[in-house]
């Protein structure tokens, strides 16, 4: 009788793997062949086995054991350097103070409230040999009629529109500055940083002082930034400084029909049952840069903020710090334009050295240095909190 044990096609199951194997055996030898794909290997493995925490893994139960005793020593130097940042705050404080009756003679400057005198007014500039030399040479009749053109232009009070010039002048301002609200701007007189007082937690105060406008009815609107200067429990490796973690803004008492961040719309509404139309109007959000004073809340509850919400934050925390360590203290330079050129003259001696770096010592791997930026608040009655 004859065997019908095999009669499922098994045998041949088995003929088409042992093909396929063969198959797959052959293209791998071809693969493995080729120089590209061995050397892209071998850089993949290179990286894996050469990694610090493979590394780690390697070492001596006893040698891990002082790493740990080491990570605990860098925790205590976190804290102490917290500590360091907590004093800088307290210097912070003290200097503000004496840069303050500067910063309030440049508003009585810019409003026209006090006019500078001839000693303060004098100005020594790069090019005043060039000047006094062209001066020279100038005919007494075009000088007399420079003088007469002189004396027929208006004499403006104090600088005008000087923080409105800044706002333009800064990409990172005039970005949030739409068209309706640059005539709101033009009555923006000073802005001010306040720290936060001796014993309460770090934080500062950006103040925006308006005058008299038909816009709203505050004088002052605020910003106020918090801070923190400790490591982090659940990572404290991570601590590089103080930074901002939260801030509040101000509520704006606009008035009537001035509200320039929102807008009124009209929509049609159909009635299911009648299917009469009626015109509703409401009111919906519009872009401002007034928006600065009813910022994104960030999240104290543990949940995660969407990548947008992430974003618009962390945008808010840059600002807030370009205000305090950058505006305020160099306005002028700001209005000129010269504190912008230095900017993008230290941009560009950066970008030199790295390319002098990579023609001195080719083929050295390059080491990326991230600097971050952080730092501090009263709070001013003439503005209700949010």
Known sequence: MADNSFS????????????????????????????????????????????????IETLPKAVKRRINALKQLQVKCAHIEAKFYEEVHDLERKYAALYQPLFDKRREFVTGDVEPTDAESEWHSENEEEDKLAG?????????????????????????????????????????????????????????VKF??????????????????????????TKTYKMKSEPDKADPFSFEGPEIVDC????????????VTVKTIKKKQKHKGRGTVRTITKQVPNDSFFNFFSPLKASGDGESLDEDSEFTLASDFEIGHFFRERIVPRAVLYFTGEAIEDDDNFEEGEEGEEEELEGDEEGEEEDDADASLKKEPSQPSECKQQ
């Open 196 to 221: 936060s007082d001796p014993g309460q937690p770090m934080s500062f105060v950006l103040e925006f002082h308006f005058e008299p406008n038909d816009y709203f009815t505050n004088s002052v609107l």
């Open 8 to 55: 499922d096609g098994a045998p041949s199951d088995s003929l088409e793997a042992a093909k396929d194997a063969s198959a797959t055996e052959k293209l791998t030898d071809q693969v493995m062949q080729n120089p590209q794909v061995l050397a892209a290997l071998q850089e993949r493995l290179d990286s894996v086995s050469h990694t610090p925490s493979s590394y």
């Open 136 to 192: 020279d040479m100038k005919s007494k009749v075009v000088i007399a009629e420079k003088e007469a053109e002189a004396a027929e232009e208006p004499a403006p009070r104090g600088i005008p529109e000087f923080w409105f010039t800044i706002f333009r002048n800064v990409d990172m301002l005039s970005e949030l500055v739409q068209e309706y609200d640059e005539p709101i701007l033009k009555h923006l007189q000073d802005i001010k």
């Open 248 to 259: 509040d803004g101000c509520t704006i008492d606009w008035k009537k029909g001035k509200n």
